[in-house]
């Protein structure tokens, strides 16, 4: 079977914001000539050349909706996936899931030392913050502050680690489909959440012209999550690149263990649908953000 046209838009601009992030990221953490250079190789080992940037596309396809700078945006980007990045970073620490491979390569605590982990992930968390209050992402002081208050929402008690939290308390107790939409709202949505708001605040789109955006970035959050814990079910970890079946073996509800594979992919599916309905008042600007939504429950990794 061929690509389509949106396969197509996709896979390009998956391509230039990895690029793009990649080389940021490259210039943005040089190594010093002293005692600081391991933890610098940790952040960057970390930062460069992982993930698929999700996160940032979000950030840079929104700002380019409403004609905000490319560039700004990519180091919008840039501080967004730091934050997702030593989220992985910790996440994978003994304390927390324990994990040895990540995107096919060994942990950061595993390649380098616990400790090296620790301040790795700190020091990615307070890059992030660096970046969204330097002029290179706006001249415009506002703008500079509502991104950050939104990233630091989106990171801490009330989004990413809360989330983190509740999925620890999953292995003690038993969550409900509520509670684990809850949880996944969090611990997955709240980061896709902030990246389409940060690419709003940059194109200085008022809140109330942001309503559809972030009813697109809710259900592609939850279709990701969904689409995640089918992957962690029935997946292939060479291609994963991680550990699968871990929830399982935890006793953790997902949304799989309490919908069934099949209702869960049929959900998936219809919140991907239900994104894509939310772009109604957009056109072709927008039609990365519908391959995406596509693509998110269609990915076999």
Do not use: W
Not at 76 to 90: D, K
Not at 167 to 191: C, P, S
């Amino acid at each position: 079977m061929g690509l389509t046209l949106a396969d197509n838009v996709l896979a390009e601009g998956l391509k230039r914001i990895q690029r793009e992030v990649d080389a940021a990221f490259d210039v943005i953490l040089p190594v010093p000539g002293d005692a600081r250079a391991r933890l610098v190789e940790a952040m960057r080992y970390a930062a460069i050349g992982g993930g698929k940037r999700v996160r940032p596309l979000l950030v840079a396809t929104v700002a380019g909706m409403y004609g905000a700078s490319r560039s700004a945006a990519v180091r919008a980007g840039c501080a967004i996936e730091a934050i997702h990045v030593y989220s992985l970073i910790h996440d994978d620490l003994p304390c927390m899931d324990d994990d040895a491979m990540r995107h096919g390569k060994p942990t950061l605590h595993v390649q380098f030392n616990e400790a090296l982990a620790v301040l790795a992930g700190d020091s990615l968390h307070a890059l992030a913050f660096e970046l969204l209050a330097g002029h290179e992402v706006s001249s415009d002081p506002f703008i500079r502050a509502e991104l950050v208050c939104c990233l630091a929402k989106a990171s801490g008690h009330n989004g990413m680690a809360g989330g983190q939290v509740m999925d620890m308390a999953a292995e003690e107790e038993q969550f409900d489909l509520q509670g684990v939409t809850r949880l996944q709202q969090l611990k997955t949505g709240a980061l896709l959440m902030c990246a389409v708001e940060m690419g709003a605040i940059l194109g200085k789109v008022p809140e109330e012209g942001r309503h559809h955006l972030r009813a697109y970035a809710r259900d592609i959050g939850l279709a990701f999550q969904i689409a995640d814990d089918l992957l962690d079910h029935e997946g292939d970890e060479k291609l994963a690149g991680k550990a699968l079946r871990k929830d399982e073996g935890q006793g953790k509800a997902t949304f799989v263990s309490l919908m069934g594979p099949e209702k869960a992919r049929e959900q998936a599916r219809f919140l991907s649908e239900q994104a894509i309905g939310h772009l109604a008042v957009h056109g072709a600007e927008a039609d990365l953000l519908r391959a995406l939504a596509r693509y998110i429950v269609e990915r076999d990794h």
